[in-house]
C-alpha cells in the first residue's frame, strides 16, 4: 500500500518512519482530503496503538509520519513457524484492545494484518489505524458525503472480510474482527486460511469458502480458542463477536473477579503434598436417596435456581466445614456453546470456568444458595473467554504441587442409562482411567434412576477411605439443608463432626498414639506395684 522509509526528526532527535502511498494507489486521491482525514486518526492515543504524527505531499503523492518502533513485525515473527498458543493468545489481547478503544472512537482500520502489527518489548501495538479510510474517503469527490463516510472496498485479499470484498458501503467495526480472525488463524496454524490462492481466488474464498477448522491442523489448540478463531471468521458480521471490547470487557471480569483470590484451598489430605504432583487418580461413588433427591429438586424451585446451583453451595459449605476459609474457589466445566451455531456441529467445546464464592457472615443456606447463583449467573455471562486466556492475564504463581487458580472442581450433567436410535441399543460404561484432572473433581449426575455422583480423587494426596467419608459428609449435609434451609452454615456444618473431619489417616494416627500411652501407662502401673 506504501513505500516505507526510516528517518530522523531533526528537531526532536528522534527516529521516524515515513510511509508514502505507492503511485498507482495515489492516483485520484485528493491530498488536502487525505489530510484531513489522517488528522481524524490521528487523535488515536492508546498504548497499543502506532500513532500518527503528520501527513502531506511531496510530488502529489501523499505520505503520513509514524514514531519508529524498535522490534519486528509479526509478519517478521510468522517467517519462523506458528506461533505458542501462549504467545498468540498475548498478542490477540493486545490488538483486541486497540482495536476495542480505535472503533469507541468512531476509528475502522479495515487492513489488519500481521505487517500492521509491531512486536517490541512483550507487548504488540497496531499502526495505520485509518489510513485504509482516508484513501478511499479522498477518493470520493460526490457532494455532500462527510468525512467519515467509508469508501470503496481497500485492503489485503488474505485479510479482507466478505463485506469488504464485495464492496458493501456499509462496512463497519465487524470487519476488522474478521481480519483479526484470519491473522490468528495464521499464527496458529503458520499460513492464512486460504493460503495458496491467487489473489482473485483469495478473495472469492473470504465469500463462499470455509477455512479447514484450526484444530484439524493444529490439534494442541485449545477448543475454546479455537472456537473463537471460527466465530471471527463467520462469514455473516451478525455471527462473529459483535465489538472487540466483548472479549476485553470479559477478560476485566476474570481479572476483578479473581482479584486476590486464594491460590490454595488448603483441604486436609491423608499425605504429604509432593513437590510435583502426578494425575494419578480413583474415584469413589455417591448414590442419593431418591426422597432426598427430590427435596433438593424441591427446594431448588422455591429459590428459582438450577439444582446445579443447589448442589454447588452444599459442595461449598462442605469445603467450608473442612478447611474454614470464607473465600472459596472452584472450578467448574462448561459446554461453551453459547451461541447457535456451535448446536448441531460435532466437536469438543467445552470450556472451563472459575466460580469463587464469598461465605463470610455465617449465612444461612437459603442466603448461600442466592450467592452463588448471582456468582455462577456472572461467570456464564463471560463463559467465552478461553481459561488458557483468563491464566495468562492473570499470571498466577505457577507451583509443580497445585494446579492454577482453582484445586477442587465440580459439575452437574444430565446422562442417560440407555439410548434408543432406529436399529441401535446405546449404554453407558463407567470408565475409571486411573487419573484426576484436580486434586477433588465432584462429578454429580441425574439420570432416569436419580441423584448421584463420582469424586475423582488424586491418589498422591487422599485415601479411599477419606473419601468415602467425604462423600457421606456431603450427602449428610445436603440432608440438613433441605431439611432446613433457614440453618446457617455454622449449624449445617456442625452436623459433621471434628472426628469425621480429620483424614483417616490422622485418625489412625491419634488412635496409635492413645494406644501407645495406654501401653506406657500399664507399664508404669506394673512397675509401681512391683516395687
Same mark, same amino acid.
Given at each position: #500500500?506504501?513505500?516505507?522509509?526510516?528517518?530522523?526528526?531533526?528537531?526532536?532527535?528522534? %527516529?521516524?518512519?515515513?510511509?508514502?502511498?505507492? @503511485?498507482?494507489?495515489?492516483?485520484?486521491?485528493?491530498?488536502?482530503?487525505?489530510?484531513?482525514?489522517? /488528522?481524524?486518526?490521528?487523535?488515536?492515543?492508546? @498504548?497499543?496503538?502506532?500513532?500518527?504524527?503528520?501527513?502531506? $505531499?511531496?510530488? =502529489?503523492?501523499?505520505?503520513?509520519?509514524?514514531?519508529?518502533?524498535?522490534?519486528?513485525?509479526?509478519?517478521?515473527?510468522?517467517?519462523?513457524?506458528? #506461533?505458542?498458543?501462549?504467545?498468540?493468545?498475548?498478542?490477540?489481547?493486545?490488538?483486541?484492545?486497540?482495536?476495542?478503544?480505535?472503533?469507541?472512537?468512531?476509528?475502522?482500520?479495515?487492513?489488519?494484518?500481521?505487517?500492521?502489527?509491531?512486536?517490541?518489548?512483550?507487548?504488540?501495538?497496531?499502526?495505520?489505524?485509518?489510513?485504509?479510510?482516508?484513501?478511499?474517503?479522498?477518493?470520493?469527490?460526490?457532494?455532500?458525503?462527510?468525512?467519515?463516510?467509508?469508501?470503496?472496498?481497500?485492503?489485503?485479499?488474505?485479510?479482507?472480510?466478505?463485506?469488504?470484498?464485495?464492496?458493501?458501503?456499509?462496512?463497519?467495526?465487524?470487519?476488522?474482527?474478521?481480519?483479526?480472525?484470519?491473522?490468528?488463524? $495464521?499464527?496458529?496454524?503458520?499460513?492464512?486460511?486460504?493460503?495458496?490462492?491467487?489473489?482473485?481466488?483469495?478473495?472469492?474464498?473470504?465469500?463462499?469458502?470455509? @477455512?479447514?477448522?484450526?484444530?484439524?491442523?493444529?490439534?494442541?489448540?485449545?477448543?475454546?480458542?479455537?472456537?473463537?478463531?471460527?466465530?471471527?471468521?463467520?462469514?455473516?458480521?451478525?455471527?462473529?463477536?459483535?465489538?472487540?471490547?466483548?472479549?476485553?470487557?470479559?477478560?476485566?471480569?476474570?481479572?476483578? /473477579?479473581?482479584?486476590?483470590?486464594?491460590?490454595?484451598?488448603?483441604?486436609?489430605?491423608?499425605?504429604?503434598?509432593?513437590? #510435583?504432583?502426578?494425575?494419578?487418580?480413583?474415584?469413589?461413588?455417591?448414590?442419593?436417596?431418591?426422597?432426598?433427591?427430590?427435596?433438593?429438586?424441591?427446594?431448588?424451585?422455591?429459590?428459582?435456581?438450577?439444582?446445579?446451583?443447589?448442589?454447588?453451595?452444599?459442595?461449598?459449605?462442605?469445603?467450608?466445614?473442612?478447611?474454614?476459609?470464607?473465600?472459596?474457589?472452584?472450578?467448574?466445566?462448561?459446554? =461453551?456453546?453459547?451461541?447457535?451455531?456451535?448446536?448441531?456441529?460435532?466437536?469438543?467445546?467445552?470450556?472451563?470456568?472459575?466460580?469463587?464464592? &464469598?461465605?463470610?457472615?455465617?449465612?444461612?443456606?437459603?442466603?448461600?444458595?442466592?450467592?452463588?447463583?448471582?456468582?455462577?449467573?456472572?461467570?456464564?455471562?463471560?463463559?467465552?473467554?478461553?481459561?488458557?486466556?483468563?491464566?495468562?492475564?492473570?499470571?498466577?504463581?505457577?507451583?509443580?504441587?497445585?494446579?492454577?487458580?482453582?484445586?477442587? %472442581?465440580?459439575?452437574?450433567?444430565?446422562?442417560?442409562?440407555?439410548?434408543?436410535?432406529?436399529?441401535?441399543?446405546?449404554?453407558?460404561? @463407567?470408565?475409571?482411567?486411573?487419573?484426576?484432572?484436580?486434586?477433588?473433581?465432584?462429578?454429580? /449426575?441425574?439420570?432416569?434412576?436419580?441423584? =448421584?455422583?463420582?469424586?475423582?480423587?488424586?491418589?498422591?494426596?487422599?485415601?479411599?477411605?477419606?473419601?468415602?467419608?467425604?462423600? /457421606? &459428609?456431603? $450427602?449428610?449435609?445436603?440432608?440438613?439443608?433441605?431439611?432446613?434451609?433457614?440453618?446457617?452454615?455454622?449449624?449445617?456444618?456442625?452436623?459433621?463432626?471434628?472426628?469425621?473431619?480429620?483424614?483417616?489417616?490422622? &485418625?489412625?494416627?491419634?488412635?496409635?498414639?492413645?494406644?501407645?500411652?495406654?501401653?506406657?501407662?500399664?507399664?508404669?502401673?506394673?512397675?509401681?506395684?512391683?516395687?
Amino acid at each position: #500500500m506504501s513505500r516505507v522509509f526510516l528517518a530522523h526528526d531533526i528537531a526532536l532527535g528522534r %527516529s521516524v518512519v515515513i510511509k508514502v502511498l505507492l @503511485p498507482e494507489l495515489a492516483a485520484g486521491v485528493n491530498a488536502e482530503r487525505f489530510k484531513r482525514e489522517v /488528522q481524524l486518526s490521528a487523535r488515536l492515543q492508546h @498504548p497499543h496503538i502506532v500513532p500518527v504524527l503528520t501527513a502531506g $505531499e511531496v510530488d =502529489g503523492l501523499p505520505y503520513y509520519v509514524m514514531p519508529f518502533v524498535k522490534g519486528e513485525s509479526l509478519r517478521a515473527r510468522l517467517a519462523s513457524g506458528p #506461533m505458542p498458543v501462549p504467545e498468540t493468545v498475548s498478542t490477540l489481547a493486545d490488538v483486541a484492545k486497540a482495536l476495542a478503544y480505535a472503533h469507541s472512537e468512531g476509528v475502522v482500520h479495515r487492513d489488519i494484518k500481521p505487517d500492521n502489527i509491531l512486536l517490541s518489548g512483550g507487548a504488540s501495538t497496531v499502526a495505520d489505524f485509518g489510513i485504509a479510510k482516508a484513501i478511499s474517503s479522498a477518493r470520493q469527490s460526490e457532494p455532500g458525503e462527510t468525512l467519515t463516510s467509508l469508501g470503496t472496498s481497500l485492503g489485503t485479499p488474505a485479510y479482507m472480510a466478505p463485506e469488504q470484498v464485495a464492496g458493501d458501503p456499509n462496512v463497519d467495526h465487524r470487519a476488522d474482527i474478521y481480519s483479526l480472525g484470519c491473522v490468528a488463524y $495464521e499464527m496458529l496454524t503458520g499460513h492464512s486460511p486460504f493460503a495458496g490462492k491467487s489473489p482473485q481466488q483469495m478473495l472469492a474464498a473470504q465469500v463462499m469458502e470455509t @477455512p479447514k477448522p484450526v484444530a484439524e491442523v493444529r490439534p494442541d489448540v485449545p477448543p475454546s480458542l479455537a472456537l473463537l478463531v471460527t466465530r471471527c471468521l463467520a462469514k455473516e458480521p451478525s455471527a462473529r463477536p459483535q465489538s472487540a471490547s466483548e472479549l476485553a470487557s470479559q477478560l476485566a471480569y476474570w481479572r476483578r /473477579q479473581l482479584a486476590n483470590a486464594p491460590s490454595i484451598v488448603a483441604f486436609p489430605t491423608d499425605k504429604p503434598r509432593p513437590a #510435583m504432583l502426578s494425575q494419578r487418580g480413583a474415584r469413589a461413588y455417591l448414590t442419593l436417596p431418591v426422597e432426598l433427591y427430590e427435596r433438593l429438586k424441591e427446594l431448588s424451585r422455591a429459590e428459582g435456581v438450577t439444582l446445579y446451583v443447589t448442589l454447588l453451595a452444599a459442595y461449598m459449605a462442605l469445603l467450608h466445614r473442612y478447611t474454614r476459609l470464607e473465600d472459596v474457589v472452584v472450578g467448574s466445566p462448561i459446554a =461453551g456453546r453459547s451461541r447457535i451455531e456451535t448446536e448441531g456441529l460435532i466437536g469438543f467445546f467445552a470450556n472451563t470456568f472459575v466460580i469463587r464464592a &464469598n461465605l463470610s457472615g455465617n449465612p444461612t443456606f437459603r442466603e448461600l444458595i442466592g450467592r452463588v447463583r448471582d456468582v455462577t449467573l456472572q461467570a456464564y455471562s463471560n463463559q467465552d473467554v478461553p481459561f488458557d486466556k483468563v491464566v495468562e492475564e492473570l499470571r498466577p504463581k505457577r507451583r509443580l504441587s497445585h494446579t492454577s487458580l482453582f484445586q477442587l %472442581s465440580f459439575s452437574l450433567q444430565t446422562t442417560f442409562e440407555r439410548l434408543q436410535v432406529p436399529g441401535l441399543t446405546l449404554s453407558r460404561i @463407567p470408565i475409571d482411567n486411573g487419573t484426576a484432572m484436580f486434586e477433588l473433581v465432584l462429578n454429580m /449426575q441425574e439420570t432416569e434412576r436419580g441423584l =448421584g455422583g463420582t469424586l475423582e480423587y488424586n491418589t498422591d494426596l487422599f485415601r479411599a477411605d477419606t473419601v468415602k467419608r467425604l462423600l /457421606q &459428609n456431603y $450427602e449428610l449435609l445436603l440432608a440438613t439443608a433441605v431439611a432446613n434451609s433457614e440453618l446457617s452454615l455454622a449449624e449445617i456444618g456442625a452436623v459433621i463432626s471434628e472426628d469425621q473431619l480429620r483424614s483417616v489417616a490422622e &485418625n489412625d494416627h491419634t488412635e496409635s498414639l492413645r494406644v501407645k500411652l495406654k501401653d506406657t501407662r500399664r507399664k508404669a502401673l506394673a512397675v509401681t506395684r512391683t516395687e
